[in-house]
């Protein structure tokens, strides 16, 4: 088996509009499509995280509350690799988004954080 790379990871969030002003106006994803899908009745938004990864999220009617403790079972959180976490921080919290204090990585040595998107979901930073 030669599994190559992750191709993407698929969200479903509770409000599209935020979740789409959320990924591309304040992480700077780009579009790739989105659609409406009648038969559904939800949102798909393809983004373009960068030339390797694709993040799909999909916006249902009335899905059900995100778990809100992170060892339940499931995703448990999205990283992403920056090359200053300080600089990253330093733009979300212009941006008006808060980030746990910095730290080092246990196991990697790696200056690391956390901040979440607006349904909850942990995201990482990573150096």
Same mark, same amino acid.
């Given at each position: 088996?030669?599994?190559?790379?992750?191709?993407?990871?698929?969200?479903?969030?509770?409000?599209?509009?935020?979740?789409?002003?959320?990924?591309?106006?304040?992480?700077?994803?780009?579009?790739?499509?989105?659609?409406?899908?009648?038969?559904?009745?939800?949102?798909?938004?393809?983004?373009?995280?960068?030339?390797?990864?694709?993040?799909?999220?999909?916006?249902?009617?009335?899905?059900?509350?995100?778990?809100?403790?992170?060892?339940?079972?499931?995703?448990?959180? &999205?990283?992403?690799?920056?090359?200053?976490?300080?600089?990253?921080?330093?733009?979300?919290?212009?941006?008006?988004?808060?980030?746990?204090?910095?730290?080092?990585?246990?196991?990697?040595?790696?200056?690391?954080?956390?901040?979440?998107?607006?349904?909850? &979901?942990?995201?990482?930073?990573?150096?």
């Amino acid at each position: 088996m030669n599994l190559l790379k992750i191709h993407h990871i698929a969200i479903i969030v509770s409000d599209y509009k935020v979740a789409k002003d959320f990924y591309v106006n304040k992480l700077g994803f780009s579009v790739i499509r989105e659609n409406y899908r009648p038969e559904r009745k939800d949102w798909k938004l393809d983004l373009r995280v960068n030339e390797y990864t694709e993040l799909e999220i999909f916006a249902e009617e009335n899905p059900p509350k995100r778990v809100n403790y992170p060892e339940a079972c499931g995703l448990r959180h &999205l990283a992403f690799c920056v090359d200053s976490v300080e600089q990253t921080v330093k733009e979300l919290k212009e941006l008006g988004i808060e980030c746990e204090p910095i730290r080092v990585d246990d196991y990697t040595g790696k200056k690391m954080t956390f901040f979440h998107d607006p349904d909850g &979901l942990p995201l990482e930073l990573h150096e």
